[in-house]
């Protein structure tokens, strides 16, 4: 293909955009030799500019040739989860990223096969992500779509980059291509396997199960086998959560990198952006994506400012079939160009039902949109976020959800706040202000539990730290579970003069599991909070801590906080 180039050449593009847009740069990446395999320290910016980067959370891009499914709600409840935990922290400018994915050859058949414009598509597409977002309560800062023309400026100047380092060749690629994942896969990657609809054989992924075929063509190459040690180094330093994905990641890297293709002929790929100064060649949909995390944060930035608006990421919230682009290709070519490395890549697995994979060929898939209209937002938030799996896969059914909303939800969180200020019989801010000075009488049940809320902050604390969401909830609600033993031992009920601390206890109860649950149930918990007239300005974390708020429960009357389910399963 005449009109493929390589090595170097003179960077008009970029100088144009890099002048015209930022006349007060200058490119420091153009003095660096091209590909000296060299590691920077920890992969961060300077130490002044760290100090006021703001947490940066994000989805991966969801792509647009289909409609959302419980999959992509999960992902997108995970990640608001720990943007909205910042902020509980005190962290007020805490980012959260989503959008999609609407470049590549899967939205182009899409499009294709509707009959309809490929823009027009990922367009009406892209609303339905939009609104899946909004329907969740996603609390995101911005939301990003692969089509604006920020982002392929973006992404032609990362480009022009990784080319004038070097670390771009062209050269004759020949392998499996699977059009549903738009990757090529190594012969050690595929395999013959029976297609169980029609019978037939077919070459597959082994990896997705996605069929692919033998594809041959001159394109151009990332020099990712250059990567390999430095990438093993970062492996070493947590990039990867949980760690049950680090050894499969790093198996693959030991075993040897091969060289990426990059591009695809435009002659067969033409819904993508244009690799600079050659219209003959898209860029690959993977590169073109990952760059997306770069774009919001105001890529190409002058040294030092990318932190300004996040970068580098905190956490890219990702599921596991798209692991090897988050964790070998990205930090690759991050690490071309001596960009800040993500802090860490949280993996989840998948959502199943009976136990088997969800697909639409077989019927067996989830409408987010239907689940939150039957069962609430809050509802199917709590339940993606307990019984949600990060090492493993997690199997979906009503009945389920059903199941822990009555639990712990309308019988736990519900029934304590009930039964709490009914006992109360309108005097719960007397027993408050008591049992906040610590002069009510206690018995040793009463110790034995006042530490156990004492302790739950700390405990919830510690799994977010470590990127586990869903073992911070289970904590919040083993308390829950422990709360309505503890009122059910002491019955309050019969003489509440004398059970004053017991009243104080599972009051407090409802305002610290309240406040910790405001990143998992943001409707309910502030239902939770509002309910025992907690202080709107005393509902940080700082403020969960035992006794640490003795001015809520003035005039609290009972409301219904979860009502019973009328659904059939």
């Known amino acids: 293909m005449a009109s493929l180039r390589g090595g170097f050449r003179a960077l008009s593009w970029a100088n144009q955009l890099l002048y015209s847009r930022r006349p007060s740069w200058k490119?420091?990446?153009c003095k660096v030799a091209p590909p000296t395999v060299r590691l920077p320290r920890r992969y961060a910016t300077t130490s002044d500019s760290a100090a006021k980067k703001p947490y940066y959370v994000t989805t991966p891009i969801f792509y647009?040739?289909?409609?959302?499914?419980?999959?992509?709600?999960?992902?997108?409840?995970?990640?608001?989860?720990?943007?909205?935990?910042?902020?509980?922290?005190?962290?007020?400018?805490?980012?959260?990223?989503?959008?999609?994915?609407?470049?590549?050859?899967?939205?182009?058949?899409?499009?294709?096969?509707?009959?309809?414009?490929?823009?027009?598509?990922?367009?009406?597409?892209?609303?339905?992500?939009?609104?899946?977002?909004?329907?969740?309560?996603?609390?995101?800062?911005?939301?990003?779509?692969?089509?604006?023309?920020?982002?392929?400026?973006?992404?032609?100047?990362?480009?022009?980059?990784?080319?004038?380092?070097?670390?771009?060749?062209?050269?004759?690629?020949?392998?499996?291509?699977?059009?549903?994942?738009?990757?090529?896969y190594p012969p050690s990657q595929v395999h013959l396997a029976l297609d169980p609809s029609t019978g037939r054989k077919r070459m597959v992924s082994i990896e997705t199960g996605k069929e692919v075929e033998w594809s041959s063509e001159t394109n151009y190459h990332f020099r990712?086998?250059?990567?390999?040690?430095?990438?093993?180094?970062?492996?070493?330093?947590?990039?990867i959560t949980p760690e049950h994905y680090t050894d499969?990641?790093?198996?693959?890297?030991?075993?040897?990198?091969?060289?990426?293709?990059?591009?695809?002929?435009?002659?067969?790929?033409?819904w993508g952006i244009p690799v600079p100064?050659?219209?003959?060649?898209?860029?690959?949909?993977?590169?073109?994506?990952?760059?997306?995390?770069?774009?919001?944060?105001?890529?190409?930035?002058?040294?030092?400012?990318?932190?300004?608006?996040?970068?580098?990421?905190?956490?890219?919230?990702?599921?596991?079939?798209?692991?090897?682009?988050?964790t070998v290709y990205w930090p690759a070519f991050l690490m071309a160009l001596d960009l800040p490395i993500p802090k860490n890549v949280l993996v989840h697995g998948h959502w199943t039902m009976n136990r088997e994979k969800m697909s639409k060929s077989t019927g067996n898939v989830v409408n987010p949109f239907f689940a939150i209209d039957r069962f609430g937002v809050d509802t199917m938030r709590f339940f993606l976020a307990f019984q949600g799996g990060l090492a493993s896969d997690a199997d979906y059914d009503n009945s389920f959800i059903i199941r822990d909303y009555k639990k712990y939800?309308?019988?736990?969180?519900?029934?304590?706040?009930?039964r709490t200020i009914g006992c109360a019989k309108g005097n719960l801010r007397t027993y408050?202000?008591?049992?906040?000075?610590?002069?009510?009488?206690?018995?040793?049940?009463?110790?034995?539990?006042?530490?156990?809320?004492?302790q739950l902050s700390t405990k919830v604390t510690e799994q977010m730290e470590k990127l586990n969401p869903r073992a911070a909830l289970q904590e919040i609600m083993a308390v829950i579970l422990q709360t309505n033993k503890y009122f059910a031992n002491a019955e309050p009920w019969k003489n509440p003069e004398e059970k004053q601390r017991v009243l104080f206890n599972v009051a407090e109860s409802m305002r610290i599991t309240g406040i910790l649950l405001q990143p998992f149930l943001p409707g309910k918990a502030k239902d939770i909070l509002d309910v025992f007239r907690v202080d709107p300005a005393k509902r940080n974390l700082s403020d969960a801590g035992y006794a640490s708020d003795p001015s809520y429960g003035e005039g609290v009357k009972k409301k219904i906080l979860f009502e019973p389910f009328i659904v059939d399963t």
């Open 27 to 29: 490119c420091a990446s």
């Open 64 to 184: 647009v040739n289909a409609a959302p499914h419980v999959g992509h709600l999960y992902t997108m409840v995970i990640a608001d989860v720990l943007k909205r935990w910042r902020t509980l922290l005190g962290e007020k400018d805490a980012q959260l990223l989503t959008g999609t994915d609407e470049h590549g050859m899967k939205i182009q058949q899409a499009a294709k096969a509707a009959g309809i414009d490929t823009q027009a598509l990922c367009d009406r597409n892209c609303e339905t992500f939009k609104q899946l977002a909004q329907a969740a309560n996603m609390d995101y800062d911005y939301f990003i779509r692969t089509t604006e023309p920020a982002h392929k400026d973006a992404v032609q100047y990362f480009w022009e980059m990784l080319e004038h380092r070097g670390y771009i060749y062209t050269d004759k690629h020949e392998g499996w291509y699977c059009v549903s994942d738009e990757t090529f």
């Open 224 to 239: 990712l086998s250059a990567f390999k040690d430095r990438l093993l180094e970062l492996y070493k330093t947590g990039f």
């Open 248 to 270: 499969y990641v790093v198996s693959s890297v030991s075993s040897g990198l091969q060289d990426l293709s990059i591009s695809r002929p435009s002659e067969r790929l033409t």
């Open 277 to 326: 100064n050659d219209t003959s060649q898209t860029i690959y949909v993977w590169l073109d994506a990952l760059v997306n995390y770069l774009t919001k944060a105001g890529y190409p930035f002058p040294p030092g400012e990318g932190s300004r608006l996040g970068w580098p990421a905190d956490v890219h919230v990702v599921g596991k079939d798209i692991v090897r682009f988050h």
């Open 409 to 418: 939800l309308q019988q736990g969180i519900g029934n304590i706040a009930h």
């Open 432 to 454: 408050i202000v008591n049992g906040a000075s610590g002069t009510s009488h206690s018995t040793r049940d009463d110790e034995v539990y006042q530490a156990t809320l004492g």
